[in-house]
């Protein structure tokens, strides 16, 4: 949490943002795993109720009438019973004072509040609401059925936001940087204990275990599988290989909330073979080459182009594509080996304020998102400025039912060697990923230290720890 003053600031340049009317912003409430009282643990606040208000308990709605510039927070007490089971903890009051905000108001006032809104006719402004009980809350408190919601929220609202969280404050970096930090413990971990026979499994429970137990939790659900090619694959039950890459995506999520995200792939035994090497390499130079040219004023969209028309020619040398490279991407053939985007925003959400929608974050009037497979799935586009965090992470997939469906269909034929294609079914996927700072006139990696990532590195790591 930060001081008093960040909060009251972004709320002030919140309210010259948005300019009139009413604003709601829903803090979460617990959220059952199997039955009410077994909530998901640990509980998540949502991150603009963070950003605006920093209280991390569930049960709040923060509400900021720019036209009477009054800030409220609205929430019960807990009672006695409450404390029984779980301990005293401050008052709504006390928590709202922590963070400037005077007025205080129990959950049942939230109505006659909304109610008073609309009969004055002012904007009340929210944001796209993603869980189910917060567009029930608003289905109650503002008679629109959640089905209009998502269309019915703030643009106003939502594009002040976005400008807002978009630029990293300094000591939110310094907040990334730590989940950096404990994101290096998270894959060294994994890379140290990864050895032919042990499950995917248990590498994936140690892997959240470091997350737990430096920080809030992981960011996002680890990705620990030697099924590279299957882009979300979650660890599974089977044993590691001998001869076998493994993929590892993985993320820690601070104790204030802030992110990491990063990718490392390595071979089961510690040595790569040439043949994955060959595919590695490429990957590592694409990788790279996002540092070299990654500044404010340059569209992510068209490093990830440049990345694709890399990738595409290297591809090309080792005999998987053929024929004119940029011809190739501009027909969507590399989409068979990068079938996703070269990255996202970072922040307190890894993909973050993606529940904002995309469409805003990651794209603007010039920048607009593509339809064609593969390019469709990028989700940051437009202009990078000083303060944004964004992810580097290409990759390279053989995917087997991709490469059959494209076969069947003809696809790309002037662009793929199908016939070279189909003796990497049993590869994998391999993908590097790093989070990226942009500078005053360049960038930079996030986190002190390097999980290590260049094979020589890689294997000297696994060899001697
Ligand atoms: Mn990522």
Redesign the pocket.
Known sequence: MFSKETYVNRRTELKKLVKKGVILLFGNNESPVNYPSNGYYPFRQDSSFLYYFGINRDGLVGIIDIDEDTETIVGNDIDIEDIVWFGSVDSVKELAASVGVSKTAPMKQLQVICNEALRQHKPVHFLPPYRFDTKLQIFDLLGIHPNQQKEAASLELINAVITMRSTKEQQEIDEIENACSIGYKMHTTAMRLTKPGLTEKYIGGQVDGVAHSYGAMVSFATIYTQHGEIMHGAPRWDELQDGRLVLCDAGAENRNNYCS?NTRTYPVNGKFTQRQLDIYSIVEACHDYVLNVAKPGVRYKDVHLAVCRLMAGKLKELGLMKGDVDEAVNAGAHAMFLPHGL??MMGMDVHDMEGLGQIYVGFDEETRPSTQFGTNALRMGRRLEEGFVV?D?PGIYFIPDLIDDWRAKGLHTDFINYDVLETYKDFGGIRI?DDVLITADSCRFLGKERIPYHPKDVEEFMANN
């Open positions: 995200d990255g996202h992810t992470e990923e």
